[in-house]
């Protein structure tokens, strides 16, 4: 016979004694019926408890699963991605404890910042922004346009190693008669080595600059993406290759890969592209990309700085990529920038300068000399940018910005005979003053308007719908 539980044996216990101390103290009927009800009363109340003993460890099980987090992917740690996340952020926390936007309550899912606890191995994340553009001085250009809408697939295989892919799609439709693009923007498989080092390999975006990791539209201020981070930086810019990245008990974390480069043989001449961006328009990204010739990068970047982040990265590698009959089979292209972020109590500031070098661009040149578009020598931007977290309830936050930005897409030439060097182009100022209204940290509404000063046509007010998940 199996021995009663020990509540059980409890609750007998307590009725026999109960039983014996009362009977004799209470002769008289009513004195006994009253003592009884009373012991009933006791004897309900150790029932409902005995009932939810019994039941309390099958409805702790769950809550205890849940918190216990599940094993993340390698960058939910203090791992480098997360911090490239925290990096980029033009949003992030600061010294006063302000409510802003931090990157993790930003992107809580993207693979550049951390996520909550999930029990599944599989996750989704994505953005999508909305914007609508005028002209005051060419309202022929008045446009909205979906400018993208992004999904993307987390896997973890185990607590270190797990897929990222990521696919855009540019301007609301894509087909062969339309201007909309599809395309992969990222896929990587990455693996945790240690709590400090992780590497990856795949197609997976290059760390360069604020912006390029980091850039679903909550995560950045303005409408659109700043100008030397799209026309000298271009974004968003990945390849292929293999990546490590790291981080030093002396709060610096680097990065350093190898990857493909561009490939200076796809350069359009007869397009205004190469002027619009010189880098984004020999870009590959993977489709059926040359890979005669390599390409290396390298960023550091430090946080020894409560608030304070100082960095820089290099991407170098030949772009000649041995086509055949290309005169400039030897160029290589070089960039390198450095930047500068500061978040103290409501404020956040930044600054960023990119330089590009092209070399042995004259063989080429001398190829298409008369036609709109050669191939720059060099070509630089340089921004700063002030925000303001000017005002906040709840989730809602609102934060004014202003931005002052130049950049020239064609600085130089490479020398070529005959009084055949193009001249420099223009160097293009703009000033930006808007807002951003963060209805919660993943969903923000902007408004902005900028001054051109070497073309005023393209002067510009625009507003925009941004949501990352």
Not at 6 to 18: E, F, G, I
Not at 39 to 64: G, S, V
Not at 233 to 253: F, H, K, M, N, V
Not at 351 to 370: C, K
């Amino acid at each position: 016979m199996k021995p009663l539980p020990s509540p059980t044996r409890a609750l007998l216990a307590l009725a026999a004694s109960s039983v014996c101390a009362v009977a004799p103290a209470h002769a008289d009927e009513a004195a006994l019926a009253a003592k009884i009800e009373q012991m009933q009363q006791q004897l309900d109340a150790l029932k409902a408890e005995l009932r939810q003993l019994k039941t309390q460890p099958a409805a702790a099980a769950p809550a205890a699963t849940a918190a216990v987090p599940a094993p993340a992917p390698a960058t939910t740690t203090a791992t480098p991605a997360t911090t490239a996340a925290a990096t980029a952020s033009p949003a992030a926390s600061n010294a006063s404890g302000a409510k802003t936007p931090l990157p993790d309550q930003m992107a809580p899912t993207s693979p550049y910042a951390s996520a909550a606890p999930s029990t599944s191995p599989l996750s989704v994340f994505g953005y999508g922004e909305l914007n609508y553009e005028l002209y005051p001085r060419n309202r022929a250009q008045n446009q909205i346009d979906l400018a993208r809408a992004v999904i993307g697939f987390g896997y973890r295989f185990d607590d270190r190693t797990r897929l990222v892919a990521e696919f855009e799609w540019e301007h609301a439709v894509t087909s062969a008669d339309d201007a909309g693009e599809a395309a992969v923007e990222q896929f990587y498989v990455e693996r945790a080595f240690a709590p400090t080092l992780a590497g990856r390999a795949g197609l997976f975006l290059i760390p360069s600059g604020l912006l390029n990791t980091s850039h679903e539209p909550t995560q950045y201020f303005g409408v659109t993406r700043n100008f030397v981070e799209t026309a000298i930086i271009p974004t968003t810019w990945r390849e292929a290759g293999i990546g490590l990245s790291g981080i030093t008990s002396y709060d610096l974390s680097w990065d350093v890969g190898v990857t493909t480069g561009f490939n200076l043989s796809a350069w359009d001449p007869t397009s205004e592209d190469g002027k619009a961006s010189p880098l984004g328009s020999i870009h590959q990204e993977g489709q059926f990309a040359k890979a005669a010739n390599l390409s290396g990068y390298g960023a550091l970047n430090w946080r020894g700085m409560p608030g304070l982040l100082l960095g820089g990265s290099v991407f170098a590698g030949k772009a000649g990529q041995s086509q055949p009959n290309f005169p400039s089979d030897g160029a290589v292209v070089t960039l390198a920038e450095a930047h500068a972020r500061y978040t103290t109590g409501p404020f956040d500031l930044s600054a960023l300068y990119a330089y590009g070098h092209i070399s042995d661009t004259a063989p080429y040149n001398l190829t298409i000399v008369g036609n709109p578009t050669l191939v720059p020598e060099s070509f630089w931007g340089a921004y700063v940018q002030g925000a303001w977290y000017a005002w906040r309830s709840e989730d809602m936050q609102i934060a004014p910005f202003v931005r002052y930005e130049r950049f020239n897409t064609g600085a130089s030439y490479a020398e070529l005979p005959n009084g055949l060097t193009p001249a420099a182009l223009r160097t293009e100022s703009v000033t930006t003053l808007g807002a951003n209204f963060y209805l919660t940290p993943n969903i923000v509404f902007k408004a902005d308007y900028q001054w051109f000063r070497t073309n005023n046509l393209y002067d510009r007010f625009q507003l925009g719908m941004g949501v990352n998940f």
